[in-house]
Nanobody, 115 residues
Framework: QGTLVESGGGLVQAGGSLRLSCAAS????????MSWYRQAPGNERELVAR???????NYAESVKGRFTISRDNAKSALHLQMNSLKPEDTAVYYC?????????WGQGTQVSVSS
């Protein structure tokens, strides 16, 4: 059974930075497409960034140029570097691991950006 644990969330002022991490266990990390999603109160969960097993990345338009997703297959870890944070980035951020036969979610980490 796969487990994902996020860390690194917190409260930051607008313009600041945070680095989120996701530690995976119980899965073959290197074959999974790894993603970050977020959900703000009253909104649907949305994709923020994704990185495939081959290293291809894609980002939501709202975070392009500000956020960077990366993975460390040797450590089964996923990261999200978030720079130039805005109040509208406030949300719970979730780590997701997916293959064609399985998907796992973390419990989420809160990111709050004050204006």
């Amino acid at each position: 059974q796969g487990t994902l644990v996020e860390s690194g969330g917190g409260l930051v002022q607008a313009g600041g930075s945070l680095r989120l991490s996701c530690a995976a266990s119980g899965i073959d990390f290197k074959i999974n497409t790894m993603s970050w999603y977020r959900q703000a109160p009253g909104n649907e969960r949305e994709l923020v960034a994704r990185i495939t097993s081959g290293g291809s990345r894609n980002y939501a338009e709202s975070v392009k140029g500000r956020f960077t997703i990366s993975r460390d297959n040797a450590k089964s870890a996923l990261h999200l570097q978030m720079n130039s944070l805005k109040p509208e980035d406030t949300a719970v951020y979730y780590c997701n691991a997916a293959t064609y036969y399985s998907t796992y979610w973390g419990q989420g980490t809160q990111v709050s950006v004050s204006s």
